[in-house]
């Protein structure tokens, strides 16, 4: 299931409130639409969508202007605060920017959150490369290097879980899609203390990424590097930034479990 899936989780499920979250998710992903249009693009009937609309846009989840309805700017408060919430967040940001700052490259903190990679913050340094990644996106662990790292320091009974639940879908051409060699990957991640994305997410993007571990080398998120294959490659790619963000995600940890 990835951010464009209907919300179904694990039952018991409230039908109700799954229907609603299929609304904002249009919404979302397909743009602001008439209570018609709406109706319409998901096969419910208008009297259903417009009791499940007015519903949430008295609660600040939807705005209307002149007929359309949009996301609201409620989850934007939503977001922040989740965000603020965390330790990592709060430990690790200065040090995204100062890494993002000296390279001038993306750089990008990222934590699983319900078996996806959730960025939530972003360093973009002087890097005129943008990409469809932004804070907040969700992507499937596998597709990323800073997802692999993660799922390389999961123990084997919740990677075996996430992986279940969400395959392995493609991204891109270059997307690793079977198992064996995911796992093969995973051991050489551990063993290296980086993982890489050549190409596997976004077609002419490479990225190198370190995990952020607790005291009991369990994964709380990881830090990586991203931009054009043209730059990142060879010794740079592949030895220099390793060895930089090894010690960025050292001190960060350090500093949560001292600080």
Do not use: C
Not at 35 to 61: C, F, I, M, N, P
Not at 147 to 165: F, N, S, Y
Request: charged share 30%.
């Amino acid at each position: 299931m990835d951010e464009h899936e209907a919300a179904q989780g694990d039952s018991p499920v409230v039908d109700a409130t799954a229907k609603s979250m299929t609304i904002l998710r249009s919404l979302k992903t397909d743009g602001p639409a008439t209570l018609t249009d709406l109706a319409s693009r998901l096969g419910y009937s208008k009297s259903t969508v417009h009791r499940h609309l007015a519903t949430l846009q008295r609660e600040g989840y939807v705005a209307e202007t002149d007929g359309e309805y949009r996301v609201g700017l409620l989850f934007l408060d939503y977001g922040i605060h989740a965000r603020e919430e965390s330790d990592l967040f709060r430990t690790a940001r200065e040090r995204v920017d100062d890494l993002s700052d000296r390279l001038d490259e993306n750089v990008w903190l990222m934590v699983e959150e319900n078996g996806h990679g959730v960025f939530i913050y972003q360093g973009a340094g002087k890097s005129p490369v943008r990409t469809f990644t932004r804070e907040g996106y969700r992507a499937h662990l596998h597709t990323f290097a800073a997802g692999k790292v993660v799922l390389a320091h999961m123990d084997e009974e919740r990677r075996e879980q996430v992986l279940d639940r969400h395959g392995l879908p493609d991204q891109a051409p270059e997307s690793i899609t079977d198992r064996e060699e995911l796992a093969a990957e995973l051991v050489d991640i551990r063993d290296r203390g980086v993982g890489f994305n050549r190409q596997e997410s976004i077609r002419g993007i490479n990225a190198v990424a370190a995990p952020v571990l607790d005291v009991d080398g369990r994964p709380l998120g990881s830090i990586s590097v991203a931009g054009p294959a043209s730059r990142l490659k060879g010794q740079y790619l592949e030895a220099e930034l390793p060895e930089l963000l090894l010690g960025v995600t050292n001190e960060i940890e350090v500093n949560l479990s001292y600080g």
